[in-house]
C-alpha cells in the first residue's frame, strides 16, 4: 500500500515537471531609431502565447476549438514596423502609465496640477502620444514565461515621478496570467492594462456579434460625449449594458441608446461586483462557432469591455485579414477611467514606498 501511495506521488511530480511552460526567444526586428526588439514564445499543452518587448505586446495566442483545431484568437501585426506605424489600436500592448482616458490630460496630486499631452478628443488616453505601448521593454526569461520592465522617468508624458515597472506574462496550463507591479520615486498615478482585441473563433474569421458575453457587474460608469466618465455608478438593469446574464454581445448593440451612440458600441467600463486583492470572475465569453471559452479573472475593480468599434478596414494584420468593424472584442481590466478626477472612483494614487501590484488571468477552454 505505501508502495502504490509512493508511486501515485511520483507520478504526480513527473506530470507537475512536465507541465512547465517552454519558453524560447530570438529577436524580432528593430525600431525605426535602431533599438532590438526581442519576441518571446511560451507554450504549454495547448497554449502557445506570443510576446514582443515593442510595447509588453501579446502577438498571438493560439489555442484549440471544440475539434482540436488550433487557431489564432487575437488580432495583430507580423512586424514591429507594422506595430509601431500604428498608434491608434494599441492591439495587444501594455498600456500606461495611465491606461484609459484622464479628462483634459489634467490632474492634481496634493495641490500640484500634472498634464499630459491630449491624445484623444481633448483627453489623454492610454498615456499620451508616447505611453507605454511606443516603449522597448527589457525582457528576461522566467519560470513558464517571461518578464518584461520599463523604467519611466520623473516627467514622462507630464506624470510625476520615476516609475519603475514589471509585467510578468506565464503560461500555466490553459491560462495567461499575467502580473503587474509598479514603485514610484515621487506620487505619481498608475492605472495598468492589457489591450488585446480577441476573436475567438479564430483572427480573420468573421465578427464577435454572435459571441455570447457574461460579466458579473450590476453598474457601470456612464460617459459624456468625450468619453469620460459622468462620475455616476448607474445600473446596468433594464439597459443594454446588463450581461449578467450569457447574452449575444450583438443582441441590442444597435439599440437606440446614448451611450452606445458615443461609443459606436459598446466602450465602457463595468464595476465589478467582486472586489478586493484576490482574484475574482470579470467576464466570459463564448464563440459558438468554434466551441471556444474565455474567463477573465481579475484583482481590479473594473473591466472596460470594448467591440472594436473604431475597426474601419484600413488595417491589415496577420495573415493579410483586414480588420472590418466589430472584427473582435477587448475586455481590459482595470480601474476606472479618469479615476484622479473623480473622487468617488478607486484610487490609482501610487506614493513612494508603496507597490502597486494587480493581477489578470486568461483562461482558455472549450464546449460542444
Not at 500604428?86 to 482616458?101: L, M, P
Not at 459606436?264 to 465569453?285: C, F, I, M, Q, T
Not at 493579410?320 to 494614487?349: I, M, R, W
Amino acid at each position: 500500500m505505501k508502495l502504490k501511495y509512493l508511486m501515485a506521488g511520483i507520478a504526480v511530480l513527473l506530470m507537475s515537471s512536465l507541465a512547465k511552460a517552454s519558453v524560447t526567444s530570438m529577436p524580432w526586428g528593430k525600431t525605426a531609431d535602431g533599438k532590438p526588439v526581442q519576441i518571446y514564445t511560451l507554450s504549454d499543452h495547448d497554449l502557445t502565447v506570443r510576446i514582443t518587448t515593442f510595447g509588453a505586446r501579446v502577438v498571438s495566442i493560439e489555442a484549440p476549438d471544440r475539434s482540436g483545431n488550433m487557431a489564432d484568437v487575437v488580432l495583430g501585426y507580423d512586424s514591429v514596423a507594422q506595430y509601431e506605424s500604428d498608434t491608434s489600436t494599441y492591439f495587444g500592448a501594455i498600456v500606461g502609465r495611465y491606461g484609459n482616458r484622464i479628462a483634459k490630460g489634467t490632474f492634481s496630486i496634493d495641490g500640484k496640477t500634472f498634464h499630459v499631452p491630449v491624445n484623444n478628443n481633448g483627453n489623454a488616453l492610454h498615456g499620451g502620444p508616447a505611453g507605454f505601448s511606443s516603449k522597448v521593454w527589457t525582457g528576461q526569461e522566467i519560470p513558464d514565461g517571461v518578464d518584461l520592465s520599463l523604467v519611466s522617468p520623473d516627467g514622462d508624458m507630464g506624470f510625476p515621478g520615476t516609475l519603475t515597472v514589471h509585467v510578468r506574462y506565464t503560461v500555466v496550463g490553459t491560462s495567461l496570467k499575467i502580473n503587474y507591479s509598479a514603485t514610484t520615486t515621487k506620487p505619481t498615478v498608475v492605472n495598468l492594462t492589457n489591450h488585446s482585441y480577441f476573436n475567438l473563433a479564430g483572427d480573420g474569421k468573421g465578427n464577435i456579434l454572435q459571441d455570447v458575453l457574461m460579466i458579473p457587474a450590476d453598474r457601470y460608469t456612464p460617459v459624456g460625449t468625450t468619453q469620460i466618465p459622468t462620475s455616476e455608478l448607474a445600473p446596468v438593469a433594464g439597459t443594454p449594458f446588463d450581461f449578467r446574464k450569457p447574452t449575444e454581445i450583438g443582441a441590442r448593440i444597435s439599440d437606440a441608446n446614448e451611450q452606445l451612440k458615443i461609443g459606436s458600441g459598446y466602450d465602457h467600463n463595468w464595476v465589478l461586483n467582486a472586489s478586493g486583492d484576490s482574484l475574482h470572475l470579470a467576464a466570459k465569453v463564448y464563440d459558438p462557432t468554434s466551441g471556444r471559452t474565455l474567463t477573465v479573472t481579475t484583482t481590479q475593480p473594473g473591466v472596460q469591455f470594448y467591440t472594436g468599434n473604431f475597426l474601419d478596414g484600413t488595417k491589415t494584420g496577420k495573415y493579410g485579414v483586414t480588420y472590418q468593424k466589430n472584427a473582435a472584442f477587448c475586455l481590459e481590466t482595470q480601474h476606472f477611467p479618469d479615476s484622479p478626477n473623480q473622487p468617488k472612483f478607486p484610487s490609482t494614487l501610487l506614493r513612494p514606498g508603496q507597490t502597486m501590484h494587480s493581477e489578470t488571468e486568461f483562461t482558455f477552454g472549450v464546449r460542444p
